[in-house]
């Protein structure tokens, strides 16, 4: 596990996500992984403040689950999505205690149809080693406009 690693990681995910490939993003995720996007800026509590999202992999796979469901018609034709990266930066890297974190400024395109939604903000992954390989323990993700009204985001910027 080094550092070139950590960043291939949070790259390897947007691609991913970007190629509609969501079992194998699930599979990156920590048995008690979450993915969260606070509804404030500078939201620290997840549980007593309401959020965008705050979903665990159960919850997760049952979002894949409905994307792929031939009743779905809000996915008739699928949506598609984009990320646009800067790299990675590193915040924590310790090995020895096996905590990970990066911060990732991104915009993500979303669209389906005629309907293009754009957002901008900040990805932030805490990972651990699980089996030898990175793990999400977290994924955060910080809207810039976090507290905007939102139509119905289908995917995972």
Excluded at 19 to 32: K, Q, S
Excluded at 97 to 113: D, K, S
Excluded at 114 to 137: C, K, N, P, S, T
Aim: glycine share 6%; charged share 25%.
């Amino acid at each position: 596990m080094n550092r070139d690693g950590l960043v291939d990681f949070v790259y390897h995910e947007a691609s991913l996500l970007d190629e509609g490939r969501f079992d194998e993003w699930l599979a990156l995720f920590a048995p008690h992984g979450r993915y969260w996007m606070p509804l404030e800026p500078g939201q620290t509590d997840p549980l007593l403040v309401t959020s965008l999202l705050y979903e665990d992999l159960f919850m997760l796979r049952l979002r894949v689950e409905r994307l792929k469901g031939a009743r779905t018609f809000s996915q008739k034709p699928p949506s598609r999505g984009h990320h646009l990266l800067q790299r990675p930066r590193i915040e924590e890297f310790e090995p020895e205690a096996g905590r990970f974190v990066t911060a990732t400024a991104f915009h993500y395109v979303e669209t389906r149809l005629d309907e293009q939604e754009l957002y901008a903000g900040w990805a932030r992954h805490e990972l651990e080693i699980v089996d030898g390989a990175f793990r999400i323990a977290l994924k955060r993700v910080d809207l810039v406009n976090c507290d905007a009204a939102f139509g119905n985001i289908q995917l995972f910027p």
